[in-house]
């Protein structure tokens, strides 16, 4: 029989983690240095100082062809070149939250371990440490989950919406937007999309993708845009490849050889369809005239099913499908955060994200319930929305 000490009632207790201190050094050194999901922020960086306000301002950096100078007689004056104002983008900073609770029940089973094992010489200490690793690391990459969407629905879709499909126990019909403008946003309707149904089966009647994707490139660069790259989504990017005319444009990238004949169409389509993956992508480089960024990050959400009676987790692509867009190199923006308040001295709490975050703990001895809970209020917020530019091909 084990012996524990009167009112003993606690997972944080046993494995040895009593202090706000010692809290915050596992949750650095423990937790943080053993965290398996990949934080995926390209071009975002975070901001040093953070906030006590939940309202931001930003300034969007346009990119701007250079003035030339004016010719004159010697002993006139220019006219003064035009000012123009900096344009801000402006909004408010969602405050993320996740949590893990320990109720009596779930208590009772890890007590039950905890007595085999120290009947086998097990280490009660060591399997609660465990625990709690596993615990504290679910929420802490919740959050970089949260993070990694968030930075590609600012790119890809230009804002984050949290609706019942990304958020569906939390805020609704609220978007935060990135402040692109509208002309730089090129949709293709009817009979001009790539693909006209979902599976991506039907070929629309007018479609002309390699032609689409070459304006879409060459128009940047008329601009005056050298220095990007385009990102899209890596799965609907090779079923956008499957395309007719992009399987005989990649074909006859590898041959310059082959004839424009009826045969020479079957020839070219077959030699883009035999591609693997990184050779389709490097000859779409070729073809198009800039590097493109696949991403594969997915992403899911917990959701209580009313059908199958049960909770399900469905995946998202975090990165919009059918979406296609040029996206200066180098920074495009910053991560706005709100300054976490500490609970009290008596409180247990713990920093993630380098101090940005919090995980706190509590203990109520009434219902005999334990939680960890955390929070981060931070925002991906581009400051060169201006230079980026969509071809939402679907």
């Known amino acids: 029989m084990l012996n524990y000490k009167n009112g003993f009632y606690s997972l944080m207790e046993q494995a040895g983690i009593t202090t706000r201190d010692a809290f915050d050094s596992f949750l650095k050194d423990v937790v943080g240095a053993n965290n398996s999901t990949a934080l995926k922020l390209d071009g975002f960086l975070w901001e040093d100082r953070m906030q006590l306000d939940f309202d931001y301002n930003q300034m969007l950096v346009e990119n701007r062809v250079g003035v030339m100078a004016t010719y004159v007689d010697k002993d006139s004056d220019p ?32 007590l039950i371990i905890v007595a085999e094992l120290s009947a086998t010489g097990g280490n009660a200490k060591t399997y609660a440490e465990d625990v709690l690793f596993n615990k504290l690391s679910d929420l802490q990459e919740t959050h970089n989950n949260s ?7 600012m790119v ?40 006209t149904d979902a599976a991506k089966l039907v070929v629309g009647a007018d479609s002309d993708p390699v032609g689409d994707m070459k304006t879409f490139v060459r128009a940047a660069k008329s601009k005056g845009m050298y220095n990007f790259h385009l990102e899209a989504d890596e799965q609907s990017f090779y079923q956008d490849m499957s395309h007719p005319k992009w399987t005989e444009a990649l074909g006859r990238a590898t041959n310059s050889m082959i004839p ?62 059918n979406t296609y867009v040029i996206v200066p ?15 009290d001295p008596t409180g247990i709490a713990g920093s993630i994200f380098d101090n940005k975050g919090l995980i706190k703990y509590s203990y109520d001895i009434k219902t005999s319930v334990q939680e960890w809970w955390s929070e981060l209020t931070s925002l991906c917020v581009p400051n060169q929305s201006l230079n980026m530019y969509y071809l939402k091909t679907k």
């Not at 609704?172 to 999309?193: C, D, H, M, W």
């Open 147 to 153: 993070m990694t969407y968030q930075r590609d629905s």
């Open 329 to 343: 190199n180098g920074n495009i923006g910053t991560i706005k955060t709100v300054m976490p308040l500490s609970p």
């Open 156 to 195: 890809s879709r230009a804002m984050l919406s949290l609706l019942n499909t990304n958020n569906p126990n939390g805020l609704q019909s609220i978007s935060f937007e990135a402040g692109v403008p509208a002309e730089n946003i090129t949709t293709l309707k009817t009979t001009y999309r790539w693909f």
């Open 260 to 321: 424009y004949t009826d045969d020479g169409v079957l020839i070219a389509k077959g030699f883009g369809q035999g591609m693997f993956d990184d050779e389709i992508k490097r000859t779409f480089e070729r073809i198009i005239g800039a590097e493109i960024v696949l991403s594969k990050s997915m992403v899911a959400v917990e959701t209580w099913d009313n059908t199958l009676k049960k909770l399900t987790r469905p995946t998202l692509r975090s990165f919009e499908p």
């Open 79 to 110: 006219i003064p070149l035009g000012v123009k104002g900096f344009e801000l983008a402006g909004g408010s900073i969602p405050r993320q939250k996740s949590s893990y609770i320990m109720d009596e029940d779930d208590y009772r089973k890890y």
